[in-house]
């Protein structure tokens, strides 16, 4: 299915960069999103700490 907002299908994005945390890797034919793990661990952290209450300003 087709997004109308932006002509994407589903696992597809827009800009020219991944997403951050994600690279791009070849599958078959088609390029596909997958968590590059040293950036996913950054992520993952960050939304630890603002889960936990921590407020942006606090993350620096």
């Known amino acids: 299915m087709i997004d109308p907002a ?3 299908e589903p696992g597809q994005w827009v800009t020219a960069q991944p997403p951050y945390g994600y690279r791009v ?3 078959g034919k088609r ?3 997958v968590p590059d793990p ?3 661990k950054i992520v ?3 939304f630890r700490r ?3 209450g921590i407020c942006a300003d ?3």
């Open 38 to 40: 040293d950036p996913a």
């Open 50 to 52: 603002v889960s936990a």
């Open 31 to 33: 390029r596909q999103l």
């Open 25 to 27: 890797e070849i599958i």
């Open 44 to 46: 993952q952290e960050i």
């Open 6 to 8: 932006d002509g994407t």
């Open 58 to 60: 606090d993350l620096r």
